[in-house]
């Protein structure tokens, strides 16, 4: 059983800093695809950044130049570095791993960004 846990969410001020966790535990193979998603209140989820098992990287026009997608592979481990943070930040991130059709997913953590 494959589970993956977010962490490292929390409150942070509008030009601040966060970054953010993923580890995928109960895995024994290395991941096609990740990725982090977001959900604001009364939005639809949407794409934050991706990174392929080759190393491509793609992020959502809101956030490039931004937030930074990184992983460890050797740990199954994803992380979201967040730079200048905005209030329109705020929201439930989510992350995404994929291994061919089967997509895993954590169970969220809120970040909140204060003006």
């Known amino acids: 059983q494959v589970q993956l846990v977010e962490s490292g969410g929390g409150s942070g001020q509008t030009g601040g800093s966060l970054r953010l966790s993923c580890a995928a535990s109960?895995?024994?193979?290395?991941?096609?695809?990740m990725a982090w998603y977001r959900q604001a209140p009364g939005k639809q989820r949407d794409l934050v950044a991706t990174i392929t098992s080759g190393g491509s990287k793609d992020y959502g026009d809101s956030v490039k130049g931004r937030f930074t997608i990184s992983t460890e592979d050797a740990k199954n481990s994803m992380y979201l570095q967040m730079n200048s943070l905005k209030p329109e930040d705020t929201a439930v991130y989510y992350c995404?791993?994929?291994?061919?059709?089967?997509?895993?997913w954590g169970q969220g953590i809120q970040v909140t960004v204060s003006s």
């Open positions: 109960g895995a024994r193979f290395a991941f096609h695809e």
């Open positions: 995404k791993m994929r291994f061919g059709v089967v997509a895993y």
